[in-house]
Nanobody
Framework: QVQLVESGGGLVQAGGSLRLSCAAS????????MGWFRQAPGKEREIVAA????????YYADSVKGRFTISRDNAKNTVYLQMNSLKPEDTAVYYC?????????????????????WGQGTQVTVSS
């Protein structure tokens, strides 16, 4: 089992940047593919980005492609989401999640139901 704690959220102006961090507990962090999700008020939770166990493969939602970068440092048990050129529509609670069954998959999963461990979220607010 792993515990995840997000940090780095805050209030920024449109066009600004934030870097989110997700610190994980446990020795098995590197066994899990990791994802970032977000949920705006009244909307479904959606995937933002995901990264494979080694960090060699990534996925980005079309809405953030070219602006956000996901990365991980397995030695630090941490996954990051660098967010640049932020837009008001990026405003949401951002969640870090871990897929413990990633070893069974050919590709990084974008299915929210495949993620087993979740952080409590960090608020990102982008003002116009």
């Amino acid at each position: 089992q792993v515990q995840l704690v997000e940090s780095g959220g805050g209030l920024v102006q449109a066009g600004g940047s934030l870097r989110l961090s997700c610190a994980a507990s446990g020795r098995t962090f590197s066994y899990y593919a990791m994802g970032w999700f977000r949920q705006a008020p009244g909307k479904e939770r959606e995937i933002v980005a995901a990264i494979s166990r080694s960090g060699g493969s990534t996925y980005y939602a079309d809405s953030v492609k070219g602006r956000f970068t996901i990365s991980r440092d397995n030695a630090k048990n941490t996954v990051y989401l660098q967010m640049n050129s932020l837009k008001p529509e990026d405003t949401a609670v951002y969640y870090c999640a871990a897929d413990r069954e990633s070893w069974t998959r050919v590709h990084i999963t974008t299915n929210i139901d495949d993620y087993d461990y979740w952080g409590q979220g960090t608020q990102v607010t982008v003002s116009s």
